[in-house]
């Protein structure tokens, strides 16, 4: 018995004397969500960071070229279209960087109240899904993005008598996805109008008088002119990633603390954190379909191993034993 005792003895020594820290094993950065909206982005995408105005008395055709004469790529048709007046057209610069490109654009009407055409604000703070936006007039030069292109600050309606309407946007991110087209559309029928945008995927611009209706950018001009209406669109695809951040903290959590027991985890941390980085300013170049494959992975690993623990701290001691279920 008593040699018994003494090799008991000598083991718990020899057990005292093993460390019971797990393994260190390499640190994955917790990944907070930055922005509420986040999105895919295309890799061929690109975005509109700049747009111009320009009207001519003589054609669709001279004002289509001064458009391009000044590097911009003729959008829509002519904003007066079917309602007589100055030939209005607009054009677009673009950009790869998403942060720089315009999220929204709106249309002040002057004669449907507030301010003086002839001395009109450079910029309009307006609500967006609840958010402050700040809206500037393109033609104002207030930043580098609306430029005084050619007769700059423009009344969508010149030349008619319809109302006096100056177009705005922003870059705000509150306001949605950056746009990557524009386009407009006109007809006798109002919905024929508008319908044609929306079965496109356009949103169509509303104006900060009445947000909740779509702007006739011919609002006025008789009842002889044709309705026509300004769409706006984004490339970019809204994306999820609360599921994968989820599994990535779990398996983090354990990964961590679990020790040598749980490197099979480590892998899946890596394709999950490469994600996660990605998406550190909102946009990322993973699609939902790959970011829920990379959340599934780590989900559908984690149950097919029984972790045994001291039930009295889930995470602060040494593995007991790991089996495969």
Not at 84 to 89: A, P, Q, S
Not at 158 to 163: A, D, L, Y
Not at 168 to 173: A, M
Not at 295 to 317: K, Q, S, W
Request: charged share 15%; glycine share 10%.
């Amino acid at each position: 018995m008593k040699k018994v005792f003494s090799f008991l003895l000598s083991l718990l020594v020899i057990c005292a004397a093993i460390p019971l820290a797990p393994v260190t094993a390499q640190a994955y950065e917790n990944y907070t969500q930055t922005y509420d909206a986040e999105y895919y982005v295309p890799a061929s995408a690109s975005f509109i960071y700049q747009i111009g105005l320009y009207y001519s008395s003589s054609s669709d055709a001279d004002a289509i070229s001064h458009i391009e004469a000044a590097g911009f790529t003729p959008f829509g048709g002519d904003f007066n279209g079917g309602a007589g007046g100055k030939y209005v057209h607009a054009g677009y610069k673009t950009t790869s960087d998403p942060t720089k490109a315009i999220t929204a654009v709106r249309v002040w009407d002057f004669t449907a109240g507030g301010d003086d055409p002839q001395n009109p604000r450079d910029s309009v703070t307006s609500t967006v899904g609840g958010a402050a936006c700040t809206f500037y007039r393109v033609g104002s030069g207030a930043s580098e993005w609306t430029p005084n292109v050619m007769d700059g600050d423009v009344n969508l309606n010149q030349g008619n008598s319809g109302h006096h309407l100056k177009l705005y946007v922003t870059t705000d991110r509150n306001a949605g996805p950056q746009l990557s087209a524009l386009d407009t559309a006109h007809n006798k029928t109002a919905a024929t109008a508008y319908n044609t945008l929306l079965n496109a995927g356009y949103t169509v611009a509303t104006s900060f008088q009445s947000p909740s209706a779509y702007q006739d950018l011919n609002a006025g001009a008789g009842s002889n002119s044709d309705y026509n209406y300004l769409g706006f669109r984004s490339a970019m695809v809204a994306v999820d990633s609360s599921g994968l951040r989820s599994a990535y903290a779990a398996a983090k959590e354990r990964y961590e603390h679990g020790g040598a027991g749980f490197g099979f985890l480590s892998p899946l941390l890596t394709a999950a954190a490469a994600i996660l980085a990605d998406l550190s300013d909102g946009y990322t170049s993973s699609t939902q379909a790959q970011i829920d494959a990379a959340a599934a992975a780590i989900e559908d690993t984690i149950p097919t191993y029984i972790v045994t623990l001291n039930p009295d701290d889930a995470f602060g001691d040494p593995i007991v034993s790991r089996t495969s279920s």
